[in-house]
């Protein structure tokens, strides 16, 4: 959730206690509860000076389900995705992801750059967007050379069991090591 302040003050919900902003976030998603209720009930457990307003309320109940809605969007796009490509290579799959989320990225850096006419982006902003593409990246990388090591470790492994079995049939040397070479993909 975006760490929104008012006239460079942290507002009355980001300052609650942790446990009482825990309970008002479950509170909020649970949606059994009006909001009066859940003001009544979360204003019970803080000092009169740490009450929540009712307007408060209302904008962090707002801006959480903004985000909600947001992630829930990100969630149905990334299942029809996943159910679009569960047969593919789990490489694939992984790059089509990462491709995603550096375009996300992007789109962010740029938004942020058109927002501020007049002033410069947040450096650390930059920095943490440029480091999360740096890990995608390198996620990437990593999925992809073990994806290779299990095909690699499952295709020696067949190609042995291939050859106990071929040589228990009775197949020549010859015939036993051309199916080897198939199953290792030599030529």
């Known amino acids: 959730m975006a760490d929104r302040r008012t006239r ?12 009482i902003k825990q ?19 979360i204003n019970k457990l803080l000092p009169e000076d740490d ?20 992630l829930r969007e990100t969630r149905e796009i990334a299942n029809a995705w996943m159910a679009r490509f569960g047969d593919e290579p789990t490489s694939d799959v992984m790059q089509l992801v990462t491709e995603m989320m550096q375009g996300v990225l ?4 740029l938004k942020a750059a058109e927002a501020a006419d007049d002033e410069l982006i947040d450096p650390e902003e930059m920095k943490d967007i440029a480091l999360a593409i740096q890990r995608l990246s390198r996620a990437a990388e990593m999925n992809a050379k073990r994806e290779q090591q299990i095909r690699k470790a499952f295709a020696d492994q067949a190609a042995t069991e291939t050859e106990k079995v071929a040589k228990e049939a009775g197949l020549s040397a010859e015939a036993v090591q051309t199916i080897k070479n198939k199953i290792l993909g030599i030529a």
Do not use: W
């Not at 992007?106 to 850096?109: A, E, P, Q, V, Y």
């Open 106 to 109: 992007f789109k962010i850096s």
């Open 23 to 41: 309970a008002l976030d479950k509170l909020l998603r649970d949606g059994s509860r009006t909001q009066q209720e859940i003001l009544d009930h």
């Open 8 to 19: 460079g003050r942290p507002s009355k919900v980001e300052k609650l206690p942790d446990n």
């Open 51 to 70: 009450q929540l307003s009712r307007s408060g309320l209302n904008r962090y109940s707002t801006r959480m389900e903004s985000v909600g809605a947001k």
